[in-house]
């Protein structure tokens, strides 16, 4: 299996790296020890040549197959270094990109990661994924694991890109799970 590592050239072009090795624990950069995290994705669904990553409040996008990656969007806030990080392209187009920031909530772009809007019905993105079965609109579901506005940590699932939200897995006291629909 190959790992990418991320190398900073300079302030506006990553190199990556493949590596069988197994995978540091640290990537240190700019003498901050930064926890791995799901940085990088790439198209390799859609069309194969695209990757994006997320380092340090900068977004960044390569073309040729993830050897080269240039700063496209500086605009997003910066993540502490204990923050949930995951970089996902939607199933359909490999110029919509989603990002979840932990504390910072959800953020989508739909112009190739050159500039993101927050999805604002989300308060926390931990971990998010999209689903596989589209629905009869031709969007996949979005599974969200964090909090959704005036509403408890869970499991979330969005059938409208992010618009509402149904809770589908909340444990109370009695372990029985919870649904609610929030919009």
């Known amino acids: 299996m190959s790992i990418a590592v991320a190398e900073i050239l300079d302030s506006n072009v990553l190199a990556f790296r493949s590596t069988a090795a197994s995978l540091p624990k640290r990537v240190t950069n700019s003498d901050k020890n930064v926890l791995l995290r799901k940085l990088l994705e790439s198209d390799g ?10 380092l340090e409040g900068g977004f960044y996008r390569g073309t040729d197959g ?5 700063l496209v969007c500086q605009d997003l806030p910066y993540a502490a270094w204990y923050e949930v990080i995951t970089v996902r392209i939607s199933p359909l187009s ?5 990002l979840s920031l932990g504390e910072q909530g959800l953020y989508r772009s739909n112009d190739s990661a050159s500039t993101f809007e927050q999805v604002s019905t ?13 629905n009869a609109q031709g969007v996949h579901p979005i599974y969200l694991a ?8 869970g499991i979330y699932v969005s059938h409208d ?8 897995s909340e444990v109370n006291g009695k372990h029985e799970l919870q649904r609610h629909v929030v919009k």
């Open 161 to 168: 890109v992010g618009k509402s939200w149904e809770m589908c």
């Open 45 to 54: 669904a859609v069309q194969g040549t695209t990757a994006y990553c997320y």
């Open 94 to 98: 490999s110029s919509e990109v989603w």
């Open 122 to 134: 989300v308060e926390q993105a931990f971990i998010f994924s999209f689903g596989k079965n589209r």
């Open 66 to 70: 993830g050897q080269h990656f240039y």
């Open 146 to 153: 964090g909090k959704v506005k005036g509403l408890h940590n």
